[in-house]
């Protein structure tokens, strides 16, 4: 997780219950199509208008059936959250016990994998549907600190009638997002919730605090198996002739043979043995090897991409397809890149630092953290971004499916 703000959902020195009233006059006026008293928080004001598009009913319970237990441990096992869950439980389920919490973790689709904490507490989630196996999500139970983090990407207190549906108004739930260090994809959501009255401003930054240390935690395995692979890579790159990587799964390189030996090489979302073609390098053949893949390249010529395809249909989740006569490279990009690709798909005759920096951030004078994310992403997908103006390159088809996200 990078800096970020961390908003709570009580303002400081604001008494709880009288917040609660003024919030259940706003979320009246809200569903009923009214002139709001008083606007709400713009995380909350999004979701409501999300929710509201969906057509979700506020007087409804969840709309989605309960996972079986086979299903709920086939999930738990394909998560990626196993690493994590000695960190999160020490961190917060003795808090959750003592406060009148329930500490949840769902995976990145928004079901409810576990869940622990306080057994009264419990026992009224389960009244409201809100077991191990629910689908958490918006779109399923409206605006909820869970469900609303997995869209927003960052930490979120929700309190009160800012849930959107009715029969949440009595809970408060703060949840922080959970990404992978290896390849940054979004594993899932941490999160303590319970009754309303234990609402605290302090429970948000716990619970990004706690998910940081988490992610920390598998960031330095990671880097511990990154050593152990560089340990067999060495002496083998000795012997190999030409330009090579050793990389672990995730395309983070161990050693190389002429070339950099740091970073990561974006790899396509399946590998095999055999011959592979990446934007970034040509042709090349992958050979497997324990931890990890040995990538060489190959010295010939390479036909140049002829097709870009970004998909950004589903939220978070942006995918850009490389299409050449040599094959093609999938590769799922960061929402900045995406936002990056589709400004410059919109622009084809190119922009400016300043011109980028403007749309994507509102403030043209950001030219050097434009610079640097160009050069970041060029690095990953090679020739197909050319500089002076920043622009696509000629003769390339470029085909944008859904909406420009967010930053």
């Known amino acids: 997780m990078g800096e970020q703000h961390l ?3 009580l303002p400081a020195g604001v008494d709880p219950r009288q917040h609660a009233r003024a919030l259940a006059r706003v979320h009246e006026a809200a569903v009923t199509g009214e002139v709001l008293p008083n606007e709400p928080r713009s995380v909350i004001s999004e979701s409501w208008s999300r929710v509201r598009r969906l057509g979700l009913d506020p007087d409804r319970g969840p709309s989605s059936p309960v996972l079986d237990a086979a299903q709920l441990e086939a999930r738990r096992r394909e998560s990626g959250l196993d690493p ?12 959750a016990e003592q406060a009148a919490h329930i500490m949840v973790i769902v995976d990145a689709a928004g079901h409810v994998l576990w869940r622990d904490g306080s057994s009264a507490v419990g026992r009224r989630a389960d009244r409201l549907g809100f077991v191990e196996g629910a689908d958490w999500q918006e779109g399923a139970v409206g605006t909820n600190a869970i469900g609303t983090a997995l869209v927003a990407r960052r930490p ?8 959107y549906v009715r029969a949440q108004h009595d809970w408060t739930c703060a949840a922080a997002p959970l990404h992978d ?11 303590l919730s319970g009754p309303a009255s234990t609402v605290h401003a302090t429970t948000l930054a716990l619970v990004d605090a706690v998910g940081r240390l988490a992610e920390s935690q598998l960031r330095t395995s990671h880097l511990t198996d990154l050593e152990r692979l560089r340990g067999l890579a060495l002496p083998l790159l000795a012997k190999v002739t030409g330009r090579a990587l050793v990389t672990d799964p995730h395309g983070w390189i161990a050693a190389a043979t002429g070339l950099a030996s740091t970073g990561r090489l974006p790899l396509p979302a399946s590998v095999a043995p055999g011959p592979l073609w990446l934007p970034a390098h040509g042709h ?16 010939r010529e390479t036909a140049p991409p002829t097709r870009v395809s970004l ?18 490279w999938t590769h799922r990009v960061s929402p900045r890149h995406a936002q990056l690709l589709s400004a410059l798909a919109a622009h084809r005759n190119g922009c400016s630092a300043s ?16 610079r640097a994310e160009v050069s970041r992403l060029r690095r990953i997908v090679g020739g197909i971004i050319v500089g002076r103006p920043y622009r696509f390159a000629d003769n390339l088809e470029v085909v944008v499916h859904g909406s420009a996200i967010a930053g």
């Open 7 to 9: 908003e709570a959902a």
């Open 84 to 95: 994590l869950l000695p960190v999160l439980r020490g961190g917060l389920l003795s808090l």
């Open 156 to 163: 979120v207190q929700v309190y009160s009638a800012e849930h």
């Open 181 to 191: 260090p290896r390849d940054g994809r979004l594993l899932g959501v941490v999160d």
């Open 284 to 299: 090349c053949v992958v050979e497997p090897l324990p931890g990890g893949w040995l990538i060489r390249l190959v010295d």
């Open 311 to 328: 998909d950004l249909r589903v939220p978070g989740e942006p995918v850009l397809v490389v299409y050449g006569a040599a094959g093609e």
């Open 355 to 370: 011109q980028l920096a403007a749309v994507l951030f509102g403030d043209a004078t950001r030219t050097v953290t434009v």
